[in-house]
């Protein structure tokens, strides 16, 4: 809690204090009965007397009741003041104020809620002591802005009724409860009520809220209309809506790219490694390897060689993020810039596209996650595919590339399709020569898979959230990270992966406007489908399988 008070521009941390800042007007002083907590009011002098009022301000009690007898003892203290008094009582006064001054200005819990509190003899500031902070009031002071009272009255009186909502009952909405959750029973069919109910609130309060029409917690059955019972969730506009992005995010997006860029051609030169210098390629793959490190100027007559694959790695990645734009653009979705994530086995993990603007139902968040991996599917498995062609063809012999045939080992479903495509004397060697749309097509079909995973906020996590909601995420989710931390999933790359999404993809998405309504029985079927293909895309050939199908050479089970 210190470091979050230290924080804040209105407030000084010290080793045991925290002090505000007085007023210019007057100097501040606790009220009388807020011993317990924190007041924050002011000074005025009438006659001979100094008068504490403490019935405009905010205080922070920790026993709930300081800051009413506060307000009190003030008032009491205000109407008692004489116009003029002996110069006995003024003397006393006197001494009195100066018995104030001489104090140390903490306030102790344990001193009385009707003895004079010390004043701080440091006049510009009020110390205090930092356990005597209400933390949950101090909370909601700090936190997010929350729904105006008088606005939820008023939505309560002319939105709600006999036609529309019947509301029984209030419940904090949010992340932080900055929200009010409408619970009730609906009067007629959820999308045309809550259509009515968006527009009566615009006409109500303007652009200042957004309404959320979400399922209804702990009900204990469905809605007698059909579907799962729903209720209406008020968060302001400011709260709910994402941020714009910020020059700093320009900045570390370019640099991304930059560093994608350079691992997808560092992809490419590893392409070559059967015609890599011997000392460059024993100093990358033997671990037992001594001496100084090789020359890396040796590499720069690959560069050139390795740029079909690396255009081949970012042409797929950036149709991917078109996809994504293409089908947000006409369901006037915004979306952020992308974040390229490099990595040196696929070239890169892909990248985070944040949404700009809240989504108006599920479809919408359905359609838009699933056009990007669609897309860059699609052109994966053309070069994929062609390049596969291109491989069993004599008159490009001289454009191909030897590789290990463990490469095709490490996925099921394109292991089988290179080997029905290249036929088996090809495949069962210990190196297989292949064109590089091969693999280029590889990569962008490993890297769309493991975005399809249904977890997190990757495409297939907001795929699944929309087809069948966050609840269904959550169990899909764990039993996603447990493949990948047994490696059942993406072999050698799925520890890398596993983590990448902890730390920056494991939140899920935030609701959507219309978040109950049905996305459809071919859109789920369609991401079932989906699901299956990643499955098998990820799960490499296990060494029995694979020495019967003749994919690479195994030498030991």
Not at 40 to 58: A, I, N, S, Y
Not at 103 to 128: A, D, I, K, N, Q
Not at 317 to 343: C, D, R, S, T
Request: net charge negative; proline share 7%; hydrophobic share 40%.
């Amino acid at each position: 809690m210190a470091a979050a008070l230290a924080s804040s521009p209105l407030v000084h941390l010290t080793a045991s204090r925290l002090r505000l800042p007085r007023s210019r007007a007057s100097a501040s002083s606790s009220a009388p009965g807020c011993s317990s907590g924190v007041c924050l009011g002011w000074r005025l002098t009438v006659g001979w007397r100094t008068v504490r009022r403490c019935d405009r301000l905010r205080c922070f009690s920790t026993d709930g009741g300081g800051g009413e007898e506060g307000e009190k003892h003030g008032e009491e203290e205000a109407s008692e003041a004489p116009a003029s008094a002996p110069a006995e009582t003024q003397v006393g006064a006197a001494e009195e104020l100066a018995s104030e001054r001489s104090r140390s200005g903490s306030f102790s819990s344990s001193s009385s809620s009707s003895g004079t509190p010390g004043v701080s003899s440091e006049p510009p500031l009020l110390s205090f002591s930092v356990d005597n902070i209400d933390t949950v009031k101090l909370l909601e002071l700090l936190g997010p802005e929350k729904v105006d009272p008088v606005d939820v009255k008023a939505i309560k009186e002319k939105l709600f009724g006999y036609t529309t909502f019947w509301l029984t009952k209030e419940e904090p909405f949010g992340d932080l409860g900055e929200g009010v959750l409408f619970i009730g029973n609906l009067r007629g069919k959820r999308e045309e009520i809550f259509a009515k109910l968006q527009r009566q609130l615009r006409e109500l309060t303007g652009d200042k809220y957004n309404l959320f029409m979400v399922e209804e917690p702990n009900s204990e059955g469905d809605d007698p209309r059909g579907g799962p019972r729903v209720s209406f969730g008020l968060l302001r506009k400011e709260v709910s809506e994402p941020g714009p992005t910020t020059l700093w995010q320009y900045v570390i997006s370019l640099l991304l790219f930059l560093l994608t860029m350079f691992s997808c051609v560092e992809l490419g030169i590893a392409s070559k490694i059967s015609s890599l210098p011997p000392e460059i390629v024993s100093y990358f793959t033997d671990p037992n390897a001594t001496g100084p490190p090789p020359d890396m100027q040796l590499l720069l007559p690959f560069v050139e060689s390795a740029l079909p694959v690396a255009y081949g790695v970012l042409a797929i990645q950036l149709f991917h993020e078109i996809g994504h734009f293409l089908a947000a653009f006409p369901k006037n979705v915004k979306l952020g810039i992308p974040f390229f994530i490099p990595n040196f086995t696929l070239g890169t993990f892909g990248a985070i596209t944040q949404f700009k603007s809240i989504l108006p139902d599920r479809k919408t968040m359905f359609d838009i996650s699933m056009a990007g991996p669609v897309a860059g599917a699609a052109l994966s498995f053309s070069m994929f595919f062609v390049g596969l062609l291109l491989s069993s063809n004599p008159v490009g012999a001289s454009d191909l590339v030897e590789v290990p045939s463990q490469l095709f080992q490490g996925s099921l479903l394109l292991g089988l399709i290179s080997r029905a495509t290249l036929g088996y004397s090809a495949m069962h060697a210990a190196t297989v020569s292949i064109h590089p749309l091969v693999i280029a097509g590889w990569c962008g079909l490993t890297t769309t898979a493991f975005n399809m995973l249904p977890v997190g906020c990757l495409d297939g996590g907001r795929a699944l959230q929309g087809a069948f909601g966050k609840e269904a995420l959550f169990g899909f989710g764990l039993t996603t990270y447990s493949l990948l931390g047994l490696g059942v999933l993406g072999g050698p790359l799925s520890l890398p992966w596993g983590l990448y999404v902890l730390i920056c993809q494991r939140t899920p998405e935030k609701p959507c406007l219309n978040d109950v309504s049905d996305v459809g029985s071919w859109r789920r079927a369609a991401l079932i489908a989906s699901v299956f293909l990643v499955v098998l895309t990820l799960i490499p050939l296990w060494d029995e399988l694979a020495e019967e199908l003749g994919v690479g050479l195994v030498t030991s089970f």
